[in-house]
């Protein structure tokens, strides 16, 4: 199984700074065929169930303001808040969809210092 | 508009069985990956399995942790997507949400989701 692994556990950002969260895989998620890494970055805010905000490791979701991002490939990933707003705190997961079970991280709980 | 409603949680007992269904509406069902992924209370996510498209075979795949003891199946007929749960433990206890990708994908992430319904193992 691809183990992911996210870092920080918890983060806590002033408003209007930026917010950064990692993820990293066992394996490469990386399809060398299409040149597409198999990452997914989902935000779940208390109470709600998760969305989609990035899929294949960049690819921002439609309707998702333009201050999120992804990156990373092969292995390495991050999701980065450019400008942190308040609507903005949840815990965010990043998912891989190469090869069955898809797993996902363990979260990373974004609040406002 | 994309909607997935899933029903059929509840209270169980350890051992005993329970099917959720899911009924997806606003895509073309029959195209798409349908997937379920639950999450105990207070943790994080966790894939349970899907079940690809006719187009794709209409396999399934499981997690380990609920390989023989879980099912998917779906009617496109219908537009739902069951998870049958049986011998069900106290570490099934979660909210499970219905998943689905864009139609007509193989592989993707997990677009839209349901809700999710609450299913309680205990005594």
């Known amino acids: 199984d691809i183990v992911m692994t996210q870092s920080p556990d918890s983060l806590a950002v002033s408003l209007g700074a930026r917010a950064t969260i990692n993820c990293k895989s066992s394996q490469s998620v990386l399809y060398s065929s299409n040149n597409q890494n198999y990452l997914a970055w989902y935000q779940q805010k208390p109470g709600q169930s998760p969305k989609v905000l990035i899929y294949?490791?960049?690819t921002r979701e439609s309707g998702v303001p333009d201050r999120f991002s992804g990156s990373g490939s092969g292995t390495d990933f991050t999701l980065t808040i450019s400008s942190l707003q308040a609507e903005d705190v949840a815990v965010y997961y990043c998912q891989q969809y190469y090869s069955t079970p898809y797993t996902f991280g363990q979260g990373t709980k974004l609040e406002i210092k | 508009e994309v909607q997935l409603v899933e029903s059929g949680g509840g209270l169980v007992q350890p051992g005993q069985s329970l099917r959720l269904s899911c009924t997806g509406s606003?895509?073309?069902?029959?195209?798409?990956?349908m997937s379920w992924v639950r999450q105990a209370p207070g943790k994080g996510l966790e894939w349970v399995g899907f079940i690809r498209s006719k187009t794709y075979g209409g396999t399934t795949e499981n997690a380990a942790s609920v390989k023989g003891r879980f099912t998917i199946s779906r009617d496109d007929s219908k537009k739902i997507a069951y998870l049958q749960m049986n011998s069900l433990k106290g570490e099934d206890t979660a909210v499970y949400y219905c998943?689905?990708?864009?139609?007509?994908?193989?592989?993707?992430?997990?677009?839209?989701w349901g809700q999710g319904i609450l299913v309680t193992v205990s005594s």
């Open positions: 294949w490791a960049s």
């Open positions: 606003g895509f073309t069902f029959g195209d798409t990956t």
């Open positions: 998943t689905c990708t864009d139609s007509g994908r193989y592989k993707g992430a997990e677009k839209y």
